[in-house]
């Protein structure tokens, strides 16, 4: 619920954060306590950046950015423009022009055109200077929400099969530019007349920007460079997740900070979330992440769309918890890794056979698929998988989950299984034609 506040960006005279000072944390609003040296820059409604761009809403925040809704005055038109912490690396706009400028960006030639589509297009770049350091930002068009919000709005109602198939199409496509896909940087693509909104348009549509004011415990006041009040996300109006038209599953990738090249670079760091890490990145922490690492991912990510949820994800997701559900789907994990597990005596044999106290259910891959991916839909009166489309799904999916990288499929594979070229892509290609159809339909401009 939105309280009466005033917004200020005014951000004089600090240089790191008083420790001693605690926020109150705020639903939906980045944490307060990273506008301190490195951290975010103060951002509020009505601020210009770059001396071109005008603030009218929030779109969101990461760790080490928040992005906002913006007017280009010199082009009048709307855009995104992220505003990176001073500490962020400059990785995620260097990947942007790369992929802008390069005809073919993957090490294996394996994404191939339709994957480009969905890279958002770098419109500019430019520096500003804050209280808390200089800042890389980054102007794209606009994401109508992540597929995991839109997902958690609809209370994780299940995609339409035809939707959640182009969808996971479009991931798959994808995987050779992003390498930390998860449904929380894959966005839903608004409407190609949106970025021609009038801001009074935009106001009628999504109302006005929602602010909590910032407060700190035990009252202490707010340091400088901290704004006083905390803007919400603006929420685009669209159908419920459930009754999403495949006409607007149309998808687009979004915070290129984790991507690198396998094949020119070493990464050791894992950021993804810990339900879609790949297990060698828990017991094989000094290997570098390689391109199998990937393969689980988008395995996760694949499923998650399909699915009410994640395939590895419980209530509370620690590493231990996470392992505990990849062996209960998958089965024992390699010696080497077992010994490593400390956790394991507590729920399984040696053997790796859940111990069971109660009937409480084993989470194998099918009884997942059924509670997961089925019975949801069955419960919306929806669509659901047909026995084949079930065998070709988990042919797939399986080979994406081994749990030794060497051991999984490669892009190519997956790109030629038979659930993506007979019953993911079609629907894909669908969409794409209803696309071509509505612009020909379209009136000529005036």
């Known amino acids: 619920m939105s309280k009466p506040a005033t917004q200020s960006s005014d951000g004089a005279g600090t240089s790191d954060l008083d420790l001693d000072v605690r926020f109150h944390a705020i639903d939906d609003a980045e944490p307060f306590y990273r506008y301190g040296l490195g951290g975010y820059h103060p951002v509020a409604i009505g601020d210009r950046l770059g001396s071109r761009y005008h603030i009218l809403h929030k779109l969101g925040h990461g760790s080490y950015s928040t992005v906002w809704l913006a007017r280009d005055q010199t082009l009048q038109r709307l855009v995104a423009v992220k505003v990176c912490t001073a500490d962020a690396s400059p990785r995620e706009s260097e990947i942007l022009s790369l992929l802008k400028n390069l005809s073919e960006v993957d090490d294996d030639g394996d994404g191939g ?21 200089a800042h890389t930002c980054l102007v794209t068009d606009v994401g109508r929400c992540s597929v995991h919000e839109a997902k958690r709005r609809g209370s994780y109602a299940p995609l339409m099969l035809p939707v959640a198939r182009a969808i996971a199409a479009q991931l798959i496509l994808t995987v050779a530019y992003l390498h930390d896909l998860h449904l929380g940087n894959v966005l839903l693509r608004l409407p190609q007349e949106f970025h021609l909104w009038s801001d009074e348009e935009l106001l009628v549509r999504c109302g006005e920007p929602e602010l909590e004011p910032v407060q700190t415990f035990d009252d202490k006041p707010i340091p400088p ?4 009040v905390a803007t919400l996300p603006v929420w685009f109006p669209m159908e419920r997740i459930n009754k999403l038209p495949l006409s607007d599953a149309h998808v687009v990738l979004a915070d290129f900070g984790e991507s690198y090249r396998p094949s020119q670079e070493s990464k050791f760091e894992c950021c993804t979330p810990v339900h879609c890490r790949p297990p060698e990145n828990r017991f094989e922490p000094t290997k570098p992440k390689s391109f199998p690492s990937d393969i689980w991912t988008l395995a996760c990510a694949v499923w998650a769309t399909l699915a009410q949820r994640s395939v590895f994800e419980m209530f509370w997701s620690t590493e231990d918890n996470v392992t505990w559900m990849q062996v209960q789907a998958l089965g024992k994990l390699p010696d080497e890794w077992w010994e490593k597990w400390d956790a394991r005596s507590k729920d399984f044999t040696e053997e790796g056979q859940p111990i069971r106290a109660d009937d409480s259910p084993v989470y194998t891959f099918d009884y997942q698929f059924e509670d997961a991916m089925q019975e949801g839909r069955r419960r919306y009166k929806m669509e659901t998988m047909d026995s084949a489309e079930k065998e070709a799904l988990l042919a797939k999916l399986r080979p994406m989950l081994a749990y030794k990288p060497e051991q999984r499929c490669n892009v190519k594979e997956v790109l030629g299984s038979e659930w993506m070229t007979r019953y993911a892509m079609p629907d894909y290609e669908g969409m794409r034609a209803r696309d071509e159809l509505q612009v020909r339909r379209a009136p000529p401009a005036k």
Not at 113 to 133: C, E, S, V
Not at 225 to 228: D, F, H, S
């Open 225 to 228: 460079g901290v704004p006083l």
């Open 113 to 133: 055109a339709l994957g480009r589509g969905m890279i958002p297009t770098l419109l500019n770049t430019f520096r500003i200077d804050g209280p808390h350091g």
